[in-house]
């Protein structure tokens, strides 16, 4: 089947057409501005945007569908289809499930839930919408889950692995206090609860490094990528550079940031971060990350629809022009994740492509094409002129 997009606004990866066409064949960009085209079907776009469709290294969000309510667990394959219909809409045409091993530190974060999880999104990704991956985020303090998570490297369920440590007293959480109000909050527990989960880690923290680079060493063996988690310091970005990571998530400090970033890692900051002009914990804001040029990448986190959003904010809060802000949620998140046949509206790269028009100063997605197949169509109303 080849479909002819025509009347648009085309973001490539260094310019945007004003006036452009594209054609789709089967699951890939066959042409762009075809010369006398033949195509099946033909689709005006009526001068709307179109973007690459987006790339979300990293959202937690499945676990709050998993679990919405402290101890409310429901079935795995029913979070998955909820969200795989919000990220279609959103956009976003590729995202890696991000599932934390921590022993049972925190309800969700369950070692034997999150395998149930991993081995989930495979048999979903038969049916979904959009392309599920895995990610791995391995809590360093858990000595319980290790080898289940190594086991499922082994059997190529795993499509990127980060290294988390929350211990207090460094990284995301500066002091005790700090942890405890995040997890009172965010998982309804009480703080006697959250200081037996401090004198826990700390127990547990010796012996962290042996267990990462045990982890290490498998990803890179089986070449899965690796990102560091919450690095706050250049010191933690040259030791996790040194052995093979390509992706720095969520530096917490400019210092860590910039290391990062010249060092040839990957940045990713979150979204959210972006919309609302703020981290959640007194880290390094998203926006100063922009300011400085030192982000790479932005991923939505734990909220999905918070993505295209920040793109646009990027534009008019820093002047960036459309296809370099753009890039941070396409090209540039397919490069660290090694996904080179997406990323970009270029001939011959997969046909994951969105079109987006605005609603009351809002971005929103019209429709969203999937290696080549129409997965999402949303038909606004019109207001009467």
């Keep these: 089947m080849r479909t002819y997009l025509t009347n648009c606004r085309a973001v490539l990866k260094e310019e945007l057409l004003e006036d452009a066409a594209l054609v789709i064949e089967d699951d890939h960009i066959a042409e762009i501005n075809p010369f006398n085209p033949v195509v099946h079907g033909t689709l005006d776009l009526e001068h709307a ?4 469709g987006m790339i979300d290294l990293h959202c937690d969000q499945i676990e709050k569908l998993v679990a919405p309510r402290a101890g409310v667990y429901l079935d795995a394959g029913l979070a998955l289809a909820e969200s795989d219909r919000r990220n279609v809409a959103c956009g976003i045409t590729t995202t890696f499930q991000s599932i934390s091993f921590a022993h049972d530190e925190l309800g969700i974060r369950n070692d034997e839930i999150a395998k149930d ?6 048999v979903f990704r038969e049916e979904a919408l959009i392309d599920h991956r895995v990610h791995c985020r391995y809590e360093i303090t858990d000595f319980y889950g290790l080898d289940m ?48 989960l401090i004198k826990a880690k700390a ?72 919309v609302r002009g703020k981290s959640q914990n007194g880290s390094l804001r998203a926006i100063d990350a922009v300011q400085h040029d030192v982000i790479d990448c932005l991923c939505s986190d734990y909220y999905p629809a918070t993505l295209l959003p920040a793109v646009m904010r990027i534009t008019e809060l820093a002047g960036w022009c459309l296809p370099k802000a753009v890039r941070l949620t396409t090209a540039n998140p397919a ?14 790269k997969r046909a994951d492509i969105i079109v987006v028009c605005i609603k009351d100063g809002r971005p929103q997605i019209t429709h969203s094409w999937v290696a080549g197949r129409l997965a999402y169509h949303a038909q606004f109303p019109r207001r009467n002129e």
């Design 335 to 348: 490069e660290a994740a090694g996904l080179r046949d997406r990323g970009e509206i270029a001939s011959g």
């Design 49 to 52: 945007l179109v973007i690459p």
């Design 149 to 196: 998570l190594l086991g499922l490297i082994d059997r190529g369920l795993v499509d990127l692995v980060s290294l988390m440590d929350h211990t207090p007293g460094r990284r995301q959480f500066r002091d005790n206090r700090s942890y405890e109000i995040y997890v009172e909050n965010a998982y309804s527990i009480s703080t006697d609860k959250a200081r037996e």
């Design 203 to 274: 127990k547990n923290f010796p012996g962290a490094l042996g267990r990462m680079e045990t982890l290490i060493a498998k990803a890179r063996k089986l070449n899965v990528p690796i990102a560091s988690h919450d690095d706050d310091s250049t010191e933690q970005v040259e030791y996790i550079r040194g052995r093979g990571a390509s992706i720095c998530e969520f530096p917490v400090t400019l210092e860590a940031a910039s290391a990062a970033h010249q060092g040839g890692l990957k940045t990713v900051f979150g979204s959210p971060n972006i």
């Design 117 to 122: 999880l991993v081995e989930s999104v495979r």
